[in-house]
């Protein structure tokens, strides 16, 4: 056994890798990456996930995920990495890891904790991947493709180059991780969290809820947690005894659960989408703060980021993205584009939409005789405008192969001649809906209490997933409960 162990790190440092101890286990892997190179790594993903998702601005909840990350850190298997912990600005219920001490939550998912302790395990979990180097394993069993993504939908390759390609970085977001390594960050996330105290039990009720919460997430500009994260069966099983287990091995007699200091916490976080970033109602794209409009297509796919907001239909054969453009005049704008995507342009015509004046352009993407011959497909066709208003540059871009490029076409025209300056008061000041804490009226079930406070009926099921808890639960008067205001 020990001459195989010495063959494989032989022939791994033919490919540049390396053998090395695992911090967790102690034992020798196989790792395409040193340390140094694993942290710049992490250095080298975190501004583009910033970028690419925005960060949520709430200095309460970040003080307390530092702290809390910190804490952990200091009692994990590498203790000596740099952590930092983000809130990204998503809706999606995530969490997620960056190699080198990059961990990141959504709001989605601080939303649908209802205790510290939930959070503590979620943290340790994640702590854990980083620890484990689970994702630099992974990256010595297959290097991650360059593939273009909407949420969980993959493009077709003409088109995928148009939406903008994951780095090495953004894609460890979306790599699964086996079912080995799920059930060993939940052994370090029980670990981690009865170390610092919380009861690590609570973890194994936040795994039911993300059961319930399970839906298609094709739309979102992150997958969810569970397709991120496969569960690696009996989970909740294995996560309640190992917190039995741990609190002997500590003589944790009282673990924390913080419950009422956790909601208290989140009083007033955003939840759903923000219409300020821009929203999607009735076929109609709306963003309030850059004050315009256009029409999208019924039915395609739909991501917005901070970046751009892009629209696909369901067999990914095309693509529509509106961006800024950098330039500072439509022209140079126009030659730009062109430029950096090796376009030939067939067409080229001013216009004006909606009295703004603009650049309409149609043209192939440039493929070298090499690509041609290995992709033996028809080349790409683009149908651009780009529209000036209001001290910026609108690029609205339509993708398909040519031979798609008629049936897509229709679409791709549909919003860049519907692209116009939003007026509509009721549009413009479209307020977020918010988690508001209040405390329960009476005693009774939980559908009782959310009546009381006029919440609607068919947003209670929503609502109770929320709270961790079935609508026929029972509450007591006085204890709190989530429910959604402005």
């Given at each position: 056994m020990k001459n195989q162990l010495l063959l494989i790190c032989l022939s791994a440092s033919l490919l540049a890798s390396s053998c090395a101890v695992n911090p967790v286990t102690g034992k020798k892997q196989?790792?395409?990456?040193s340390e140094s190179q694993e942290i710049a790594m992490g250095a080298s993903a975190d501004p583009q996930i910033v970028a690419q998702y925005g960060l949520y601005e709430n200095k309460i909840l970040q003080d307390f995920i530092t702290q809390k990350g910190n804490e952990m850190a200091a009692i994990s298997h590498r203790p000596d990495l740099k952590y930092e912990f983000k809130i990204v600005d998503s809706e999606v219920l995530n969490a997620f890891a960056v190699p080198g001490g990059y961990v990141y939550f959504t709001r989605g998912i601080m939303a649908h904790f209802n205790n510290e302790a939930e959070f503590a395990g979620v943290l340790g979990h994640e702590i854990g991947h980083i620890t484990a180097r689970h994702s630099v394993s992974q990256q010595s069993k297959a290097i991650l493709g360059q593939v273009g993504l909407i949420?969980?939908?993959?493009?077709?390759?003409?088109v995928a180059e148009f939406a903008e390609p994951l780095s090495q970085g953004l894609g460890l977001l979306f790599l699964k991780f086996g079912r080995d390594a799920e059930r060993q960050s939940d052994e370090l996330g029980v670990e981690y969290s009865s170390k610092i105290g919380y009861d690590a039990k609570e973890m194994a009720g936040f795994f039911n809820t993300l059961e319930r919460q399970r839906t298609g997430t094709e739309s979102a500009e992150l997958p969810?947690?569970?397709s991120t994260h496969p569960n690696p069966g009996d989970r909740n099983v294995a996560v309640t005894r190992l917190s039995q287990e741990w609190k002997k091995k500590l003589s944790l007699t009282n673990p924390k659960v913080s419950r009422e200091s956790y909601l208290n916490k989140i009083e007033g976080l955003i939840y759903g989408e923000d219409p300020k970033q821009g929203y999607l109602e009735n076929s109609i794209f709306y963003h309030p703060e850059l004050k315009f409009q256009f029409q999208t297509p019924q039915g395609w796919n739909y991501q917005n980021t901070p970046q751009k907001v892009q629209?696909?239909?369901?067999?990914?054969k095309a693509l529509l993205m509106m961006t800024l453009a950098p330039g500072n005049s439509l022209q140079e704008a126009a030659s730009n584009l062109v430029q950096k995507n090796n376009l030939q342009v067939l067409e080229s015509n001013q216009t004006t939409v909606n009295g703004l004046n603009a650049v309409s352009m149609v043209a192939d993407v440039k493929a070298d005789q090499q690509q041609q011959q290995q992709q033996q497909q028809a080349s790409v066709r683009t149908l651009s405008y780009l529209i000036e208003y209001n001290k910026n540059i609108y690029l609205i871009l339509g993708v398909s192969s040519v031979n798609d490029f008629n049936n897509y076409s229709q679409y791709f025209l549909q919003s860049m001649k519907n692209f116009k300056e939003l007026k509509d008061a009721s549009k413009l000041n479209k307020q977020p809906e918010r988690i508001r804490i209040k405390p329960v009226k009476q005693s009774g079930t939980l559908k009782q209490a959310l009546s009381s406070y006029n919440m609607p009926e068919n947003k209670q099921e929503e609502i109770?997933?929320?709270n961790g808890m079935l609508l026929t639960d029972r509450v007591l008067a006085g204890s709190l409960i989530k429910i959604l205001g402005k």
């Open positions: 196989v790792v395409l990456m949420g969980s939908m993959i493009l077709v390759p003409q969810d947690f569970l629209f696909a239909p369901k067999d990914g109770s997933l929320l």
